[in-house]
Structures are given as C-alpha cells and as structure tokens.
C-alpha cells in the first residue's frame, strides 16, 4: 500500500465510539472498522448496541467490533468500562465523544416552559458525559503520548436553529424542534475541544469537533424540503457523508489538524 493511502487507513487501532447504538454512531462503527479498527461501542441501550455488535461482527468477522454497556453520566460507570477496556485492548488510539440524549420531552415544551430537569438531563450526556469521557480515556492517551479525540458537536453550535422550518416537521411521529439546551451544549462542545487540543497537544494528543448538518434519517417530506431549501447544496446530509470527514479527521492524514471546527453541513453555515 502507497504512503498516502496508508494514511488514510486505521489498521490495528483501538477506537473508542459513545452512542455507538444511534443514527450516526452506528454508522460511525461501520466506517471504523471497514477502515481496519477495532471498535468499541458504548451505549446505554443494550438492545440494539447487541443488534449492531451481531451485525458489523456478521459483516467484518469476530474480534471487530466489542459493546460496553454504560451510562456516561455516571463517572463510576466509566470509570470502571474504561478499566476493562483498557485491561482487554491496552490502549485506546481514537475516542469517538458522540452520545446525546433526547429524552422523552426533549421537545415538549417551548423555551418559557421548558424543565430544568429535562435540561440537566440533556446536559449530563452532551456535556458531563463527554467532559467525563473525555478525562477517563484522555489520561491513558497521556500515558501513551498519543491519541486522538474527536467531539461531534452540530451546525447548532454556530447557528441558531431557522425556528420557521421546524413547523409541520415530525420524525417517528412526533412533532420537530432544537430546543435551546442542544444548541447551548453544542456550543459548549466546541469551547471542551479548543480546551483540550491547546492542552494536550504538546502531548501528541490530537483534539477536533466534528459538525454535522441535518441528516436524513426518516424525518418528513415536509421537514425535510423546508430544510433543504436553506442548504446551498439543496439536500440533508446522508450518515456516509458524515462519516467520511469523521475517518479523515480520526487518520494520520489528520496528523497537523487540532482544536478546529469542521463543519460537514452542505454549505449551510457558509452564507
Ligand atoms: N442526526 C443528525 O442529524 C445530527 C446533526 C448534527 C449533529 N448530530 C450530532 O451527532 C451525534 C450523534 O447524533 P445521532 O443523531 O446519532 O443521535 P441518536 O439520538 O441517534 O444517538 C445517540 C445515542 O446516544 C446514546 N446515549 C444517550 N444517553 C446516553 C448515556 N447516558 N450513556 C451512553 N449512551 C447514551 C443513545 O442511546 C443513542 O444510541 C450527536 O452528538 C448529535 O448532536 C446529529
């Protein structure tokens, strides 16, 4: 293999992917390990992390793909999966800090009604878990002078929300919105990146937020042609087109990229 498609490659490392069982980070898995990485996928949700596991394993052979149970907003919990990762693969190369929670009223209430407990809820996964996650593994990638970290933050950390396209928009049935505590903790995600990467860096430790436009994902046609009517390229995002810059970033063709903002959204954020 050429040295610049080597670069590009992720043989033998060890990759570490939260919210491994949702819509991105699922697909994030299957990119990760066509790329030649084990991954280890972690979620709260057992069932259909266990659905994945079976299927990339089914795909990619045994000894790919690996599921950790854990709820991120315990530090206990983490701490003690990043123990046995550790003592299982004896390193991770890459963190994949994905996870978010959309609880049930994550989009119940407008922004005079919304619960303080439904915000804390909200920012003990986008914000604490990751900020926890973060530390657990960024201390054995210390240890090991090398490591990458990649935060995936949205358009909504730059951008409000267009409130005006959300009207008439449902996905799985149910009414659409960005309430304020996701663009809030987006925001915060990309404050988090800029932090570590200018703290680490000296480390050989590479930090970088990734930033997704709307993906297609079963939203309605009405939703997304209002949405799409904003994005210079005209169309959602699909998840491969957010999981190829993801590889790119996560790569040693990567090496001299740290604390940046990549934003994958069509060109919405451009005008
Ligand atoms: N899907 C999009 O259109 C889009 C757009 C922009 C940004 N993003 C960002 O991409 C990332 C992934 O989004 P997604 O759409 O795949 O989300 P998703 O809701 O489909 O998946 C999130 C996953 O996180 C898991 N999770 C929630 N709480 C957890 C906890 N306490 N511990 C462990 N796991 C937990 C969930 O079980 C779920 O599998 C998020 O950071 C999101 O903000 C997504």
Not at 139 to 146: E, F
Not at 220 to 232: A, C, H, I
Request: proline share 3%; net charge positive; glycine share 10%.
């Amino acid at each position: 293999m050429g040295f610049y498609q080597q670069l590009f490659r992720l043989d033998g490392k060890v990759a570490i992917v939260t919210g491994a069982a949702g819509i991105l980070g699922s697909e994030f898995c299957k990119a990760l390990c066509n790329s030649g990485a084990v991954v280890i996928g972690i979620d709260i949700q057992e069932k259909p992390l266990n659905e994945l596991v079976n299927e990339l394993s089914n795909h990619y052979g045994d000894h790919r793909i690996y599921g950790f149970v854990c709820d991120i907003t315990q530090q206990g919990k983490i701490k003690k999966t990043i123990y046995e990762i550790i003592k299982q693969f004896s390193k991770v190369d890459i963190l994949l800090n994905n996870a978010v929670a959309r609880p049930a009223d994550f989009n119940s209430a407008c922004f005079l009604e919304y619960s303080l407990t439904t915000w804390r809820e909200v920012m003990s996964v986008n914000i604490d878990g990751m900020f926890m996650m973060a530390q657990a593994v960024g201390k054995h990638m210390l240890d090991n002078r090398q490591g990458v970290i990649l935060q995936t933050s949205s358009i909504y950390s730059l951008l409000a929300p267009d409130h005006r396209i959300y009207s008439g928009g449902e996905y799985a049935g149910k009414a659409m919105g960005t309430p304020a505590v996701y663009t809030t903790s987006k925001a915060g995600v990309i404050g988090l990146t800029k932090h570590l990467a200018t703290l680490w860096a000296e480390h050989g430790i590479r930090v970088n937020a990734l930033c997704p436009g709307g993906v297609a994902s079963g939203q309605n046609k009405k939703f997304n042609e209002k949405y799409s009517s904003r994005v210079p390229m005209g169309r959602m995002a699909k998840k491969t087109e957010i999981a190829g810059p993801m590889l790119f970033l996560v790569s040693d063709a990567a090496s001299y990229i740290t604390g940046q903002v990549f934003y994958v959204d069509g060109g919405l954020s451009t005008w």
